[in-house]
């Protein structure tokens, strides 16, 4: 029985959670949720799952931190938008729990910081993410130091066939309908259409998995059949596959390396009805893939700023303020204008992240 | 170091065996190496890497027993045609040595047999062949009893948009020309063709990964790109891909579970240039499947009769004295004829082996 933590119980990854614990009452004591503006839902969600009071946070002033280091917890799963998913990550590592990570911001701004927080606390960063628990789903039978190379697949997103014109006059209700992921947030689905989701992505992986970023490359595979694949030193690959269905990669961080039934819908590969097609991504029509490749390279600070400002870029675009190729546009201005502090304090990270936010947003 | 001694040395498999210990003389010492026909290239081959004679079998009086035995080495390569390999392949795992397995009878004739002598004596069987070692590969991460369900790939053989006039009329031309894996025996391209081959993986399948026939699956996948599938418990299914070249599933089988760079050519997903397509068999044009799976399912001696029978059908298609239909007709006659006997000795499967021979031959 191991004993769960949410951090954002009311959003899509934290009730799919809630819906896989639910599949596994043998399994899962859900003993701590936090909720920022639904708590109606929250005090239902304790109900059905008997979480007492001390495990209940809610409101703007959630204190997430001292829910993430919760007596008696072995994992805090951190799906929760922000920079407070930073600081909950880290007291959650502290406190020696293992955290399942939702949250992308964690990595990308803060990957170093955070990896060596589950190292010197001997605990372990769990991907829940269809991509990276993929990733880590291939590389479990073979040693560490096997992986020649990790490719995360991209669905290509809804304008991976238009041209630049079409893509320059893109409003946000076009981006908004996602081909293959139902429901998806309205922010990581324009992530998804500039691709930047995917160069998140990539330095999400650099740091999970220990990678130099050429090690790591992206194929466009527009079924979402495929969640990643990884090349070993002797030629093999390994891929995972499976249906869009965020459950099963959140049951797997939580039980890893257990692979118990929760009853979820199931792939049947003789009847998938499509062929799978895989491409190089155009980085020219997706300059966002590159300038995730920059920002992890420079590191530091950079990967906080890239993550800041494409935010505030892409609420403008939400806003019809700037146009959907104005986006990485806004990124690479705050970037050049960025001399990125090395090995960065969690202080330094959130300072670069408001200064970026600000850089984006201060003419609008 | 792990020192290897390879039981058809000249053949398919043993050469490419020695290509891959070519490549890692760090890893792999070739102590011993046997050879019926090609005495010339088997002389080379004990210069080349170095074996004394005490390690050189040749002729069709070979010992391979004693081979199999050999002192000092750690895993044998049983990579030799017929029924003299269920002998070596018992003999090494009695001695106590690993087995990296090419030879399908083996396992199809005398699989109850093989890995109760394996699991006796504390060693492995680990598969030769691009199928079997994804699974293997695929596996290897989760816990023993996670499996759901095995998805064998099949190219689908040079008939599978054949109708059935037209693979009535076929001649032994026709189905040696096998559209994704080049160089195979002339035998085993006719299974290919029939899909016994995929019959009789499932057959071995079921014995390496004690799996009941049920939940392993034949998937047609022309490409020949996914070597197979795993469907576990969870919901999730783990594939393993690369190009079509034996010399990684040899490698795998003899550095498990380590991933060395052998140089081997890579797959490069990103330009495999084609869709990859999955589709059920058609069991009603390929009736060798369920003859596979009712041999497994009667067990006992059965499996040997459905693989002597088909060999020596595929030997009366290939001199033209009966139609390629005629072949599972004629397997199943003789299955039809045989009284399984339950858990057989080495010498109940060999003279049930010999007997099926005589039922499909006397007439001819």
Redesign the interface.
């Known amino acids: 029985m191991k004993r769960i933590v949410i951090l954002g119980a009311t959003g899509s990854i934290g009730t799919q959670t809630l819906d896989v614990a639910r599949r596994l009452p043998e399994r899962l004591r859900i003993v701590g949720l936090s909720a920022r503006h639904n708590e109606e839902l929250l005090r239902r969600q304790a109900h059905e799952f008997d979480v007492p009071p001390a495990g209940l946070e809610c409101g703007e002033e959630a204190d997430l931190v001292r829910l993430a280091r919760l007596d008696g917890a072995d994992a805090v799963v951190v799906a929760v938008a922000g920079a407070v998913g930073i600081r909950a990550t880290l007291a959650a590592l502290e406190a020696g729990k293992d955290v399942a990570l939702a949250t992308k911001e964690v990595l990308v701004a803060a990957g170093e910081l955070v990896m060596a927080a589950a190292r010197t606390n001997g605990v372990r960063v769990l991907p829940i993410d269809s991509e990276h628990s993929a990733v880590f789903?291939?590389?479990?039978?073979?040693?560490a130091d096997?992986v020649?190379k990790v490719?995360l697949t991209a669905s290509g997103g809804p304008f991976r066939e238009w041209g630049r014109d079409r893509m320059a006059a893109a409003m946000p209700a076009d981006a908004l309908n996602h081909p293959t992921w139902p429901a998806m947030g309205r922010k990581i689905t324009i992530d998804s259409a500039t691709l930047m989701n995917k160069g998140l992505e990539t330095i999400e992986a650099r740091w999970l998995f220990d990678l130099p970023m050429e090690r790591i490359?992206i194929?466009?595979h527009p079924q979402s059949v495929?969640h990643s694949?990884v090349?070993?030193?002797?030629?093999?690959?390994?891929?995972?596959?499976?249906?869009p269905d965020m459950r099963?990669p959140i049951?797997?961080a939580l039980?890893h390396?257990?692979?118990?039934?929760?009853g979820?819908?199931?792939?049947d590969?003789?009847?998938?009805g499509t062929?799978?097609?895989?491409?190089?991504p155009d980085e020219a029509r997706f300059p966002c893939l590159a300038l995730a490749r920059r920002a992890a390279q420079s590191g530091g600070t950079m990967p906080a700023v890239l993550n800041a400002a494409n935010e505030a870029a892409v609420g403008l675009f939400l806003e019809e303020k700037i146009t959907f190729p104005a986006i990485p546009e806004w990124i690479e201005r705050a970037m050049d204008a960025h001399a990125p502090q090395p090995r960065p304090t969690l202080t330094q990270i959130l300072n670069a992240d408001a200064w970026a936010r600000r850089q984006v947003t201060q003419d609008f």
Chains 1, 2 share one sequence.
């Open positions: 789903q291939c590389v479990q039978g073979s040693p096997s020649e490719w490359g194929v466009i495929i694949l090349v070993f030193h002797d030629g093999s690959v390994l891929a995972q596959l499976g249906l099963l049951e797997y039980l390396p257990e692979r118990v039934d929760a979820l819908p199931r792939l590969i003789a009847r998938l062929p799978l097609t895989f491409d190089p």
